[in-house]
């Protein structure tokens, strides 16, 4: 996409500002509950994690730590620690982030090269289906959110990045390393 096209960081940032990301807020848990379940799920408090893109109010590492697991964020507008990138990682969370992606190639090069052999990135965001009708389609009118997907794209990143699995179960999009 033409990068005259995508909003500025401004924009992006005051948007991302008027987000109520209360991690106390039983809404937002029970929101995030399909990543936080996953990883607990699949992983356990010797493992390392990312919450990445992990915003103004990180509740998934939030609620991650108090079950006593180890996580990192890191937000390229609110925790932009670049030094969190040159680690490892056996998951990451990315829950409502692969949307505003600028240049989703380079996000998900990035995504699959900081996980390690059989760790799992953990996905939520709405996908397009066709049975959608996409003029009323909530989810493309904000502004920041400039790529949409639909399950067959994912298969393409899985086939594209070399992940060995994509799981899907409603909003949860898992890949596999």
Same mark, same amino acid.
């Given at each position: 996409m033409s990068e005259q096209f995508l909003p500025d960081d401004s924009i992006e940032i005051d948007r991302y500002s008027t987000h109520n990301n209360d991690v106390n807020d039983p809404r937002y848990r029970k929101f995030v509950k399909p990543i936080t379940n996953g990883i607990l799920k %699949? *992983? &356990? =408090? &010797?493992?390392? #994690?990312l919450d990445f893109g992990s915003g103004t109010g990180p509740v998934i590492t939030v609620v991650l730590k108090e079950q #006593?697991? @180890?996580?990192? /964020?890191? %937000?390229p507008y609110f925790d932009n620690r670049p030094e969190i990138l040159t680690e490892t990682y056996d998951y990451i969370a990315c829950c409502e982030v692969v949307e505003h992606f600028h240049k989703p190639k380079l996000e998900f090069e990035k995504l699959k090269s900081l996980l390690k052999p059989n760790g799992i990135l953990y996905i939520m965001t709405d996908l397009y289906r066709e049975e959608i009708d996409f003029q009323d389609w909530y989810y493309k009118n904000d502004p920041t959110h400039v790529f949409l997907y639909q399950k067959t794209t994912f298969d393409w990143i899985k086939d /594209? *990045? #070399? *992940? =060995? @699995?994509?799981?899907?179960?409603?909003?949860l999009i898992t890949l596999s390393n």
């Open positions: %699949d *992983f &356990n =408090k &010797n493992h390392q #994690g #006593g697991y @180890s996580l990192e /964020t890191y %937000d /594209t *990045f #070399g *992940f =060995k @699995s994509v799981e899907f179960k409603d909003r």
